[in-house]
């Protein structure tokens, strides 16, 4: 088992430093380009909605993640030091009432881009789970 851990301080460009770690994890573990292009729209969304909703921008808090490559998965961890949110009340994007919102997508992006998406009892922190095979 493999594990990489960074921690960034809560600021959008920031995502910049997510997309090279996805870069070096893809050239290392020879992720293919479709997992490639799963991974790094969901993790960079999880990311950002760390930065952005769990530590509300505030540049003092670190959003922290960690991957884990197992024989068979590749996980991602984000963590947040926000106060976490209800995970299971959340609006459907593809109700005909959210479609025109400009927000509501990034967990439905993600349930749809991994294998497994599952969310820490708080709901500060999101386990990403990809399946090699």
């Known amino acids: 088992m493999n594990t990489i851990n960074i921690d960034i301080p809560s600021l959008p460009e920031n995502i910049r430093i997510v997309e090279s770690f996805i870069d070096n994890v893809k050239d290392k573990y020879s992720l293919s380009d479709d997992l490639y292009g799963n991974v790094m ?10 930065i952005s909703h769990g530590n509300n921008g505030e540049k ?17 961890t984000v963590t947040d030091q926000g106060a976490g949110f209800d995970f299971n009340d959340l609006p459907d994007p593809t109700s005909p009432e959210n479609l025109d919102k400009p927000g509501g997508r990034g967990i439905f992006l993600m349930k749809n881009l991994c294998d497994e998406v599952s969310f820490s009892e708080d709901g500060n922190s999101v386990e990403l789970t990809f399946y090699l095979s």
């Open 41 to 50: 729209i969901a993790v960079t969304e999880s990311v950002s909605n760390a």
């Open 60 to 76: 003092t808090k670190n959003v922290s993640l960690t991957m884990v490559l197992e024989d068979s998965s590749i996980k991602f």
